[in-house]
Structures are given as structure tokens and as C-alpha cells.
């Protein structure tokens, strides 16, 4: 079954760096678009970072210049760069991808999500 992986979560300081993964278990052929989420505990899912394909992408005001969405292709994989991260920044993030692989079959899938912990 076609999946997404998600890695790269774990504990920084504030002011640190982390840089999220999701890695499709399938070659990709094109990518139509990324949307990163991320739940806090207590809190509702909100919108990290989205990028449509040959896009800049956006992000919410508190978010817009620190996290950015990029792609490896040899990979199968893209990512989420998240700079200048706050404590208010943890939480449980979430990718979504809506991708086709080279059998021609479009998929619109989420990640497990991984863990982002910022400590003040």
C-alpha cells in the first residue's frame, strides 16, 4: 500500500533548527501539492505551510519566513525547514501530498506525523 513516512521530529532549543521529512514509499512522478499541519496538544490542527506544485507556497504570519517547504526528487521525499523555532512551534506535525506515481495513479495522503518538542 502507497504510504507517506514522516522523520525528523524531535527536541531543540529555542532559536534552533529542525528539518521534517516525508518520504513516499513509491517512486514519484509529480507532485500537485504539499500542505504541512501541525496539532498541539489541546489545540486544533492549523495550517504550517502549503506549496502547490512550481509554487512559493504561504504560511500563517506567525510561521511566514521561518518554516519553508522544499523537495528531493532522487528521494521521493519533501520536507519541511523550520527555523527560529519558538516553544509555542510544538506540536505534532503532519504532511499531506497529493502525488502521482509512475503507474499513473494519483494519491492524496497524510503522514503518521512526528513529534517537534522546543524547550525554552
Known amino acids: 500500500q502507497v504510504h507517506l513516512v514522516e522523520s525528523g521530529g524531535g527536541l531543540v532549543q529555542t532559536g534552533g533548527s529542525l528539518r521534517l521529512s516525508c518520504a513516499a514509499s513509491e517512486r514519484i512522478s509529480s507532485i500537485n501539492a504539499v500542505t504541512w499541519y501541525r496539532q498541539a496538544p489541546g489545540k486544533q490542527r492549523e495550517l504550517v505551510a502549503d506549496?502547490?506544485?512550481?509554487?512559493?507556497?504561504s504560511s500563517p504570519d506567525s510561521m511566514k519566513g521561518r518554516f519553508t517547504i522544499s523537495r528531493d526528487g532522487a528521494k521521493d521525499t519533501v520536507y519541511l525547514q523550520m527555523n527560529s523555532l519558538k516553544p509555542e512551534d510544538t506540536a505534532v506535525y503532519y504532511c499531506?501530498?497529493?502525488?502521482?506515481?509512475?503507474?499513473?495513479?494519483?494519491?492524496?495522503?497524510w503522514g503518521q506525523g512526528t513529534q517537534v518538542s522546543v524547550s525554552s
Open positions: 506549496a502547490a506544485s512550481g509554487g512559493r507556497g
Open positions: 499531506n501530498v497529493d502525488f502521482t506515481v509512475y503507474g499513473g495513479v494519483r494519491y492524496d495522503l
